[in-house]
Structures are given as structure tokens and as C-alpha cells.
């Protein structure tokens, strides 16, 4: 089945580490996109990315970072920089038209303690 | 600057009656409009798109949405609801322009369907 698979599904780090969420997607999209999710906020974009080894800031990229070497992949690590990382985190992709339907993975759950 | 608002938190509505979640925008130039649904602890799903043409759009499980220019609305409606509705329903603009799938979301409306 063709979409986007996000893991791990629930993630617990201590404060001062870096985590990394992985973000593979089989739909032939160029475009990827991160999504942080807080109640009572909907979705603020992270990082996108429209082309491989190419990727622009979002609204809210400070304490994080992302790679995009393959098409399929788009990696999101959260630095120990980020002051509040405890967030659902979103992946989605599309393709490339000006206004693409996006197609969301399932998400990841993280936790600092 | 673009936005969304959704001015409801929560929408209550008992299973067979109508519905509508609520969704206003303010963008400059054309609008680009977007409903997405979220169940609980999984991704958003999309429902429909508005870009240009009929003010009704029609969209997946019998939603469908009205822009209205003048009052800068894309309300969510669905004739009769079901109790498999209940979820979080997301309206969202597109940001900026050019070939992008930036989008900037309302905060989000929780639908609850009684049976």
C-alpha cells in the first residue's frame, strides 16, 4: 500500500538529547513537510522540503533540523536546543502544484522528561 | 498575513441532525481553502479544497463546505451527521504563494456526534 510511515509511533528522552523521528514516504512525492501539533494549536509548520538536498525553514525550525538525501526520506531531528520539544510531530507529503492535497503520516508522540 | 480561525473549540450535535463547523479566513489575494480530518493519535486526513468556481465544494464521507466571499467564511457542513464524524476538523489556508503545500492551520474544532 502506497503512504507515509512514521516511527516510532511514542518516544520518551531525557532532557539535553537529541532525537531523531524518521519520515519514508512511497508516493512518489517530491514535496515533504513536518508538522508540530500542540492542543489547542493546531499545526505549525517545521521544515519543508520540495526537491532532494533541498529544504527551507518553516514557522517554528529553531531547535530543529532535517536532511532530505533521498526522495523517499525526510528525517526531523530535534536538538537539545529546542526549549519545549514534548509534541506530536507530523510528516506529510505532496506533490508539487500550487495547491497540493498533502497526505499525512500517522504521527509521532515525544516526550522529555 | 494569512489566517484561519475556527471560533469554536467544540461543536456538539445529536447523530442524524445537521452540522457545521465554523472557519474564517483573512489572506490577501486569492484564498486557498482546505478541511482536514483528525482522529484521535493519527495523522490528518483530507476532506475537500476550494480554489476557485462553485461555492459549494463537495468532499470525502458527505462533507462538503460554503465560501462566502463577503463574510471571508469556509464553513464545513454535513446534512445529517454520524456518530463515526466525532473527531478534530482542521480548516486551513494555503501560505503565501507559488507551488507550495505550505499551509497555515486554525487551532482546530473537536465535533462530538451523540447517539
Known amino acids: 500500500d502506497g503512504g507515509i510511515t512514521q516511527s516510532p509511533k511514542y518516544l520518551f528522552r531525557k532532557e539535553g538529547q537529541n532525537v531523531t523521528l524518521s519520515c519514508e514516504q512511497n508516493?512518489?512525492?517530491?514535496?515533504m513537510y513536518w508538522y508540530r501539533q500542540d492542543p489547542g494549536q493546531g499545526l505549525r509548520l517545521i521544515y519543508y522540503?520540495?526537491?532532494?538536498?533541498?529544504?527551507q525553514k518553516g514557522d517554528i525550525a529553531e531547535g530543529y533540523s532535517v536532511s532530505r538525501e533521498k526522495k523517499e526520506s525526510f528525517p526531523l531531528t530535534v536538538t537539545s536546543a529546542q526549549k519545549n520539544p514534548t509534541a506530536f510531530y507530523l510528516c506529510?507529503?505532496?506533490?508539487?502544484?500550487?495547491?497540493?492535497?498533502?497526505?499525512f503520516g500517522e504521527g509521532s508522540r515525544l516526550t522529555v522528561l | 498575513a494569512q489566517s484561519v480561525a475556527q471560533p469554536e473549540d467544540q461543536v456538539n450535535v445529536a447523530e442524524g441532525n445537521p452540522l457545521t463547523v465554523k472557519c474564517t479566513y483573512s489572506?490577501?489575494?486569492?484564498?486557498?481553502l482546505f478541511w482536514y480530518v483528525q482522529y484521535p493519535n493519527r495523522g490528518l486526513q483530507f476532506l475537500l479544497k476550494?480554489?476557485?468556481?462553485?461555492?459549494l465544494v463537495k468532499g470525502s464521507y458527505g462533507f462538503e463546505a460554503e465560501f462566502n466571499k463577503s463574510q471571508t467564511s469556509f464553513h464545513l457542513k454535513k446534512p445529517s451527521a454520524l456518530v463515526s464524524d466525532s473527531a478534530l476538523y482542521f480548516c486551513?489556508?494555503?501560505?503565501?504563494?507559488?507551488?507550495?503545500?505550505?499551509?497555515?492551520f486554525g487551532q482546530g474544532t473537536t465535533l462530538q456526534v451523540k447517539p
Open positions: 506529510a507529503s505532496s506533490i508539487v502544484e500550487s495547491t497540493p492535497r498533502l497526505f
Open positions: 489572506v490577501s489575494g486569492n484564498p486557498y
Open positions: 486551513a489556508v494555503r501560505d503565501g504563494s507559488g507551488n507550495t503545500g505550505k499551509l497555515i
Open positions: 476550494y480554489i476557485t468556481g462553485d461555492n
Open positions: 508516493l512518489n512525492h517530491d514535496a
Open positions: 522540503s520540495q526537491i532532494v538536498n533541498d529544504f
